[in-house]
């Protein structure tokens, strides 16, 4: 491990340290990126979900929202495209849908090229409430962030990039 004296410990190095104890011959520093990240993306994730909750959705349904309006005008996707986009179940895809659509965020509609097939549409209250979600969610993302300034948010970003790029070709 390689800690800087200004630094306080948190729970991974304790972690680290009690690797270190019983197993000194264990390069451990993968742990290290890999527990923070992963608690890092629960205690963001938590907040952010607190976030998205004062505007009546779930994360869960912010991203069926959410991709839906970046996916431009008319904001229309099939299911398919959208459970393919957030790597979910049509089962969990229609639950998220039926709820969307009671509330009047979203509307399905026959596909005029396939008999079979569904539109998803945003609808104009979707729209706003999306629009304001994400802002809501941003900033809690931004406070989070600004502990390490700009350059280093940005040297994080391009590092964490190159790490999933990486993973992507394994």
Do not use: C
Not at 63 to 81: C, I
Not at 113 to 122: I, S, Y
Not at 130 to 155: C, K, W
């Amino acid at each position: 491990m390689s800690e800087r004296p200004e630094q306080r410990k948190d729970p991974v190095d304790v972690i680290i340290d009690q690797w270190a104890t019983v197993r000194p011959d264990l390069d451990t520093r993968a742990m290290e990126v890999f527990g923070r990240v992963n608690r890092l993306s629960h205690a963001i994730g938590e907040r952010v979900g607190q976030a998205y909750a004062k505007f009546g959705i779930s994360r869960g349904e912010f991203d069926v929202l959410a991709t839906l309006r970046r996916s431009g005008e008319p904001y229309t996707l099939s299911p398919r495209q959208l459970s393919a986009t957030l790597m979910l179940t049509t089962g969990g895809m229609t639950g998220r849908l039926d709820k969307l659509e009671r509330a009047g965020l979203l509307r399905r509609s026959p596909d005029p090229h396939d008999r079979r097939g569904l539109h998803v549409t945003l609808t104009g209250e979707g729209r706003a409430l999306v629009d304001e979600a994400v802002g809501a969610g941003l900033a809690v993302q931004t406070e989070a962030l600004s502990a390490l300034g700009a350059q280093r948010a940005g040297q994080l970003a391009d590092l964490l990039r190159d790490l999933l790029a990486g993973t992507d070709r394994s």
